[in-house]
């Protein structure tokens, strides 16, 4: 079955910097396009915070995170990567992972915590 399990959520400073990564197991990861979404408030609808096509170079990200957050893919490790730099208070969120451009395909993992805070 479809599993993704996000990882390096960290608490860290505002201004500093983390790498999510995720792993995806259970479809042709190099067939499809991939997204990172967070979730700030428990029951809110998660963001769409960044894509990446199959074509690495083809990616966007939301107005919020444009500039500080670079999403990228490592086919051959059906690997997820979310390079975050410049952090903000309101990036504190659980951040996830799942297939698609513009919508999620499948059912979500458990996330990985990130705290920004001093």
């Known amino acids: 079955q479809v599993q993704f399990v996000e990882s390096g959520g960290d608490w860290v400073q505002p201004g500093g910097s983390l790498t999510l990564s995720c792993v995806a197991t259970?479809?042709?990861?190099?067939?499809?396009?991939m997204s990172w979404y967070r979730q700030g408030v428990p029951g809110k609808k998660r963001e769409l915070v960044a894509a990446i096509w199959t074509a690495k170079d083809v990616t966007k990200y939301a107005d919020s995170v444009k500039g500080r957050f670079t999403i990228s893919r490592v086919n051959a490790e059906n690997t997820l990567y979310l390079q975050m730099d410049s952090l903000e208070f309101e990036d504190t969120a659980v951040y996830y992972c799942n297939a698609g451009f513009t919508s999620a395909q499948y059912d979500w993992g458990q996330g990985t915590q990130v705290t920004v805070s001093s």
């Open positions: 259970g479809f042709t990861f190099s067939n499809a396009p």
